[in-house]
């Protein structure tokens, strides 16, 4: 639930920063949503709030990497760490693919949006 929480608090801060307003955030177990609201005409700033959460993972996952070279071989702690290594590697890979409604899609259909957008002004 706490990686749930650093990604989609990164999609809401990004959403925020860039001037949207953000409506709700959902937590679950595995899987989240943050809800903002504003003007879809600005399709780069929407392609970065989809990639502020998996930022934010792999930012996660970087302290967890970290972590499991300071702690002692063979402890719980240990167990716990690299558990959520696996996790969130994982986590940010298949949010990455570019399917439904993951970040990955998000991503390149804003993209898309913005390459449109350029062709339509020349």
């Known amino acids: 639930m706490a990686s749930t929480a650093v990604h989609?608090?990164?999609?809401?801060?990004?959403?925020?920063?860039?001037?949207?307003?953000?409506?709700?955030?959902?937590?679950?177990?595995?899987?989240?949503?943050?809800?903002?609201?504003?003007?879809d005409d600005r399709p780069l700033e929407r392609a970065a709030v989809a990639l502020a959460g998996p930022a934010a993972s792999a930012a996660l996952i970087l302290a967890l990497m970290a972590a499991h070279v300071s702690i002692p071989e063979g402890g719980f702690a240990l167990?716990?760490?690299?558990?959520?290594?696996?996790?969130?590697?994982?986590?940010?890979?298949?949010?990455?693919?570019?399917?439904?409604?993951?970040?990955?899609?998000?991503?390149?259909?804003?993209?898309?949006?913005?390459?449109?957008?350029g062709r339509a002004d020349e």
């Open 8 to 39: 989609e608090g990164a999609h809401a801060w990004a959403a925020h920063n860039l001037g949207y307003e953000v409506g709700w955030v959902v937590l679950g177990g595995l899987a989240g949503m943050t809800a903002y609201l504003g003007r």
């Open 79 to 117: 167990a716990v760490v690299d558990a959520t290594l696996i996790l969130n590697v994982l986590a940010v890979v298949v949010n990455l693919v570019p399917v439904g409604h993951t970040d990955g899609a998000l991503c390149l259909r804003w993209l898309g949006h913005h390459a449109r957008l």
